[in-house]
């Protein structure tokens, strides 16, 4: 849910971020009061789900008392206990979650954080782990009074075994910055977010993150070799390895992808990373129908094959919304009912062009397409993604804002738009766009002023929807607090067993994140 | 270990197993007693390491009794609870490992799979979990008299999405018989194995098989969205499901791969498929160094880039052995230390073949090759290919034989060859070959004959190295029971601790393959 607003919003500011280096404590600030002050209006109009977190009990964790302040001070130094002016760790980035906790602890190594965690599961000191607080949902904002623990000193080794290409490096690396380093190397980090210049690359392990290179690159689970996981009794597991073939043991290490902070802290990471791509390729095409789409997206893997990066869907009444609110014009001369943006990665300029307008060509020619444009400049190629990744900040300029970020089987996709839409008929405008390639929809409706009965009944139904039509209500951000009640949406209750078995493992005395994924009382 | 030798058997009698369809009770007998009658004198030599789980006594597992067996037959029916003649069941398919079973219960559904399961859960009746009887390290060979369960039958169901390239199918579908279906509509599976005839898909999860694809298209990680494991209390687990973004839980789906069934029964997998390649093309490069062919690996990574799919290693003394014991020649003239075989597959045959050119008149231009010969027909691309393949039955023809299968660290690969044969001169000849783009070497050992000394210390000797050179003593084939007395080495307690926390999570009663990678008795 509202990524593509977040990504748009974090490269605003993120040019600032890049260059600061490792990010400080005050990175944080900076950057959410820079975006606030951007954009206050979006965020006021901006409906979340209310976050279900707040409905439960405090847990039967102990209070903080400062013999437990000490025991930090001794274990990790002064100036990483933090008990004041902690606001930026308290609350998620865009404010609109807000919890509390005594302290803050900042290791800078994953003994650091093993003496903390053991101590804190003798103790029954409920911890949330927080990397650069860039979540969507929530997962690393405390609720009660949770130590927040951090991984964002935790960032000095970085080893990158170039005849491999296996990076091995430090949990609380930013992703940007370890991009950077790959790039003089000739590497690229196989995943990209908007978030970039702040998440760590832990952080984005245990959210599992997906990000905009995903159909080209695939997942996590595609180049996660082994990491270190100390878990919620303090307990150092290095699981997996820095080998691109291993079969000498169960596969522990992807167990901490998507995990959410609910098995212990992702303090190490070794992972694949690919080449630098020579040439992006971007190319728009205007097209009549949904099933044209899912044909253009078939002749796409075709013809483009192993050079197909992005496949991006625009609605007509979104890219209408775009030129109503936004200084921004459509490529395309008059209207139609969906816009196709597609990128390319690839070793070889000259023939992914001629890939490119192939595919272009073939999909004019068989008029599944009824119109298309490609990129002739790293300027028409901006003016192409700025359509697609200003999508959401027309939304929400266009009236009080409900988002979801919703995976779908790609024959359901688009139905959720038309039922949506013919549901609210005469009460709320209807946009769709996303991540066509992954089968990842942006649904959003807006309305004119606040309406209670429309926020009390939409997401129900959506959720309802995409689960009972195969989709996932959550398909990049996670659960963490906000989708908290609607968690077991089409979980069988096997599979939630074996999940609180898993955790139980892990973190025996459920310390680690309460209140969210998985709960301590549960 | 053995891999290319089992491949080059495999393939010999693959086009008989694969006209076959389905496979039934007699294809593996079949194909065993052709392989024996081809390659007598090869299996005979053939030295593995002395199977480890005979040492251990047997488990305090129930004895089958005959109201056991009317179970059984109620419940998958009488046809398919076998008794007798089940020698093909109860040895692997080289017939190394032989172990012994009351009976063999050939179940048709995730259903059945878990009835049976539940019973011998309740029972205490130990199961080996067994699916086209392919594997390299006798996982699935029982020991005493563990019930055989096969999965053989679970093979009906086969649902492509083709928009998305998402497939469903039953855990006991052949590899080759899904990859057909999938040829008919222009899709492949990403995985490609010498046993394709044979395995079955939920083998391959259960085996983390690596194959001949892993270079271009991931491990099965990067292809895994979910899967149903029926565990050691007979219940089913729905894990993960179709959509390529789904952060709504833990990512438990991926602990199947690698499992060797100690978690469970895969009977269902939905996986990503890709694009069949348009275009296959092949080119082998005379090299004089090791650092030479670590170069010209990032060469290709980089020139080659997307479409860069083996690139394989023969060390000069293999080569030299192929030419003396097969009617195989060498496709450069002259003596040369390493040979690279490196394949592409893409979806635009003129691109690659000008990829592939440039990549190695680049390579001949550095001089990091001296000689290079791309393949200008399919029977020049066939030749290339035995060299490689063929190599493991050359070794073989070479003396009394020890074989391995390892993963190290690119740095590392080619010091083990060199160090063996330091430690075994004037004792023993000493052959490299393998997946260098994967760092994946077969080491090979010959002697004029049994060497009673040489057999003790060679294992030991070779996977404590490749241990602390931080390999992997299994990169493919798993631990089994061939390997069971090494599995530990490199492994700290806490992981094993971990491995047997999640094992009694899956399997409380340890009724799965006990005297394997974890043992019932741990």
Redesign the interface.
Same mark, same amino acid.
Do not use: C, W, Y
């Given at each position: 849910m509202r990524d593509n607003l977040l990504r748009f919003l974090h490269e605003l500011c993120g040019k600032a971020m890049a260059t600061r280096g490792m990010v400080g404590e005050f990175a944080v600030a900076f950057r959410v009061s820079r975006i606030i002050s951007l954009f206050p209006s979006i965020t006021m109009k901006l409906s979340l789900i209310r976050s279900a977190a707040a409905s439960l009990s405090r847990g039967n964790f102990a209070k903080i008392s400062s013999a437990d302040l000490s025991f930090f001070e001794k274990s990790i130094g002064n100036d990483y206990v933090k008990t004041k002016e902690i606001d930026n760790y308290t609350s998620d980035w865009t404010r609109q979650m807000k919890g509390s906790s005594e302290c803050v602890l900042l290791p800078t190594s994953t003994e650091e954080t093993s003496a903390i965690l053991r101590y804190c599961a003798e103790k029954r000191i409920a911890i949330v782990v927080q990397g650069g607080n860039t979540g969507l949902v929530g997962g690393a904002t405390p609720i009660y009074d949770e130590v927040v623990l951090s991984t964002s000193r935790i960032n000095k080794r970085f080893h990158l075994?170039?005849?491999?290409?296996?990076l091995t490096l430090d949990g609380g690396f930013i992703l940007a910055d370890a991009d950077n380093r790959l790039a003089e190397r000739?590497f690229m980090m196989p995943l990209d977010l908007g978030a970039k210049g702040s998440c760590q690359i832990g952080g984005c392990v245990a959210?599992?993150a997906?990000g905009i290179r995903?159909l080209r690159y695939?997942?996590l689970?595609?180049h996660?070799l082994g990491c270190t996981l100390v878990d919620g009794k303090g307990?150092?597991?290095?699981?997996g390895?820095?080998?691109?073939?291993?079969?000498?043991?169960?596969?522990?290490a992807?167990?901490a992808?998507?995990?959410e902070g609910?098995?212990g802290v992702v303090t190490s990471v070794t992972m694949g990373v690919v080449?630098r791509?020579?040439s992006i390729l971007s190319a728009m095409l205007a097209v009549s129908s949904y099933s044209d789409c899912?044909r253009l997206?078939?002749l796409a893997?075709?013809?483009?094959?192993?050079?197909l990066s992005s496949f991006e869907v625009i609605d007509g009444d979104t890219m209408k919304c775009v030129e109503r609110h936004l200084p921004l014009k459509n490529v395309f001369e008059g209207e139609h009912n969906f816009y196709l943006l597609i990128e390319t /990665? +690839?070793?070889?300029g000259d023939?992914d062009a001629?890939?490119l307008n192939g595919f272009v060509e073939e999909a004019l020619g068989a008029e599944l397409a009824v119109d298309g444009v490609a990129a002739n400049s790293e300027s028409e190629r901006a003016h192409m993604w700025r359509l697609r990744e200003e999508s959401p900040l027309a939304a929400a300029k266009d009236g009080y804002i409900y988002k979801f970020d919703v995976?779908?089987?790609?024959?359901h996709f688009y139905r959720l738009t038309e039922e949506t839409r013919e549901k609210l008929k005469g009460r709320a405008r209807v946009y769709c766009y996303g991540?066509l390639g992954?089968?990842?929809s942006h649904l959003n409706v807006t309305t004119d002023g606040e309406d209670e009965e429309l926020k009390k009944e939409l997401s129900p139904f959506v959720y309802n929807w995409v689960v009972s039509h195969?989709?996932?209500?959550?398909?990049? /951000? +996670?659960?963490g607090q906000l989708?908290r009640d609607y968690?077991s949406l089409g979980?069988?209750e096997?599979?939630s067993a074996?999940?609180r078995?898993?955790k139980d493992?892990f973190d025996p005395h459920r310390i680690l994140c309460p209140y969210k994924?998985i709960h301590s009382q549960e």
């Open positions: 075994e170039a005849s491999s290409g296996v000739g959210a599992g997906g995903l695939g997942s689970h595609s996660l307990t150092i597991l290095n699981l390895g820095r080998l691109r073939k291993d079969n000498t043991s169960l596969h522990t992807h167990l992808i998507g995990s609910q098995l080449p791509p020579q899912i997206l078939s893997r075709s013809k483009l094959g192993e050079i /990665h +690839g070793s070889n023939h001629e890939k995976s779908l089987p790609l024959e991540h992954d089968g990842n195969g989709g996932s209500i959550s398909a990049e /951000h +996670g659960i989708k968690r979980k069988s096997e599979e074996l999940i078995s898993l493992v994924m």
